[in-house]
């Protein structure tokens, strides 16, 4: 009988895909892959970037609680605990916050690489996006395609019907990375695709899941994400 897991350990994955560690590691470190730790009973605050009229960025907390359950890791921190072996981290990502910190008097969370996971979403997401099937063709990065006026884009597994001020702004970010200058500043891209407002998360409400097309860096720039 097989278990339905929630996660995964990198050995279980290096098993299953039949991949090497330093390619695992590799596509964790470049963040085409989003590692995960488990915690318990961690004080966690949640919240978003905003940005003063003179561009600075502060945090706006909106929740805060002790969590139990699984949170991914930054690739920074992934890169850092592979060259370590281990790590205290005080920040994570979380698909419906701008960012997930460590609050109160506590530091962080040590954390060494056996505590690695891959959660089943993460794992198939990466399988679908990549078309892996396993060791003979290995994965593939997930890849960009977009209509000649940005209105309908696919981005890995994802397809994106746009508005004209979010085909605009797919369009600028697109071209951007074809330049190698994937990160963008988001306020000035916004400005010059006519958007009233400065916040991606605004622009991009009507998409429940524009993550997956664009990411943030936490401190106003915003790259495709996908290649």
């Not at 706006?60 to 060259?83: C, I, K, N, W």
């Not at 884009?153 to 004209?164: A, E, I, T």
Request: aromatic content about 10%; some cysteine.
């Amino acid at each position: 009988m097989e278990i339905e897991k929630a996660y995964f350990t990198l050995p279980e994955i290096l098993d299953r895909w039949s991949i090497s560690e330093a390619d695992l590691i590799y596509l964790a470190e470049n963040d085409k892959l989003r590692l995960s730790v488990r915690v318990f009973g961690v004080p966690l605050e949640l919240g978003d970037y905003e940005e003063t009229q003179e561009g600075e960025h502060f945090r706006v907390p909106t929740e805060q609680s002790y969590y139990s359950g699984l949170l991914e890791l930054h690739a920074r921190d992934v890169f850092q605990m592979f060259r370590a072996a281990e790590l205290t981290v005080s920040d994570f990502r979380t698909p419906g916050s701008d960012y997930a910190s460590i609050w109160g008097d506590r530091d962080g969370v040590a954390l060494s690489i056996e505590d690695l996971l891959l959660r089943r979403e993460e794992r198939d997401r990466f399988e679908a996006e990549t078309g892996f099937s396993g060791a003979e063709t290995g994965p593939q990065l997930p890849v960009f395609s977009a209509s000649s006026d940005y209105h309908e884009v696919h981005c890995g597994g994802h397809q994106f019907r746009l508005g004209p001020i979010q085909a605009q702004v797919a369009r600028a970010l697109h071209e951007a990375a074809r330049r190698g200058e994937a990160w963008q500043s988001g306020k000035a891209i916004l400005s010059a695709a006519g958007s009233k407002s400065l916040k991606m998360s605004d622009v991009f409400k009507s998409q429940k899941q524009w993550r997956s097309l664009i990411e943030s860096n936490g401190r106003g720039n915003y790259r495709l994400n996908c290649g």
